[in-house]
């Protein structure tokens, strides 16, 4: 069974507006992480946001936010006021455990912000 | 901070020589880094996880013998592909794991390999 889940390929945005992309995820360990990844075409990897799975809150970091559904196992990134620059893939990855070292990653949505 | 360095950012070798790709640490010390492979729209899969001062921990399905990992310090980590195959091009990244917090990784900015 697939551990990270991002059922959306492809999204398109105007420019400006905001834009939610999708992960779930699955795992029966009370302690866990997740992270947001973007990349660029150069293909570097980006990190952009993480949530513990203790997290009262949901995580914050500029222009980006994770919607965090524990009881739905969803991770969802929100981008407010996309930019062109934000066109790029996306991975929502998780870690296992307090201090668990691996991540998986999900296939990965492809962002295209339009002018 | 947490920059990472990766060395070459693209090479083109022939088929039956082997190729070494440095990851550094820039300004962290990382005791854990790792090595994933990404093919053209896909996710990235994990080869090997390298710890310094002791042998790699490969992924099922990953040779050991092809893929040779050092992690010799604790700011280096070297993956050296033997005896590359046409099939062995690909985009590989190195991450190396920050030692307290959420433990994030951080990546470096990949090496893109064509075995001719």
């Known amino acids: 069974a697939q551990k990270i889940t991002q059922t959306q390929p492809g999204m398109f945005v105007q420019e400006k507006e905001a834009v939610t992309l999708d992960c779930t995820y699955d795992t029966s360990d009370p302690s866990y992480g997740l992270f947001w990844y973007k990349q660029p075409s150069s293909g570097e990897m980006i990190f952009l946001i993480y949530q513990g799975s203790y997290d009262q809150q949901n995580a914050t970091e500029g222009r980006y936010s994770l919607n965090f559904q524990k009881a739905r196992k969803s991770a969802n990134l929100v981008i407010s006021a996309s930019q062109l620059g934000d066109s790029a893939m996306y991975f929502c990855?998780?870690?296992?455990?307090?201090?668990?070292?691996?991540?998986?990653f999900g296939e990965g949505t492809q962002l295209t912000v339009n002018p | 901070g947490a920059v990472v360095s990766q060395h070459p950012s693209r090479v083109i070798c022939k088929s039956g020589t082997s190729v070494k790709i440095e990851c550094r640490s820039l300004?962290?010390?990382?005791?854990?880094m790792f090595w994933y492979r990404q093919f053209p729209k896909k996710s990235l899969m994990l080869m090997a996880t390298?710890?310094?001062?002791?042998?790699?921990?490969?992924e099922q399905g990953v040779e050991k013998d092809k893929f040779l990992i050092n992690h010799a310090s604790l700011t280096l980590s070297t993956l050296t592909v033997t005896s590359a195959h046409p099939e062995d091009s690909s985009f590989y990244i190195c991450?190396?794991?920050?030692?307290?917090?959420?433990?994030?990784?951080?990546f470096g900015p990949g090496t893109r390999l064509t075995v001719t």
């Open positions: 991450s190396a794991r920050v030692l307290a917090g959420p433990y994030e990784q951080y």
């Open positions: 390298s710890n310094e001062g002791s042998k790699a921990t490969y």
């Open positions: 990855a998780m870690r296992e455990g307090r201090s668990g070292s691996r991540l998986t």
């Open positions: 300004d962290f010390q990382a005791t854990t």
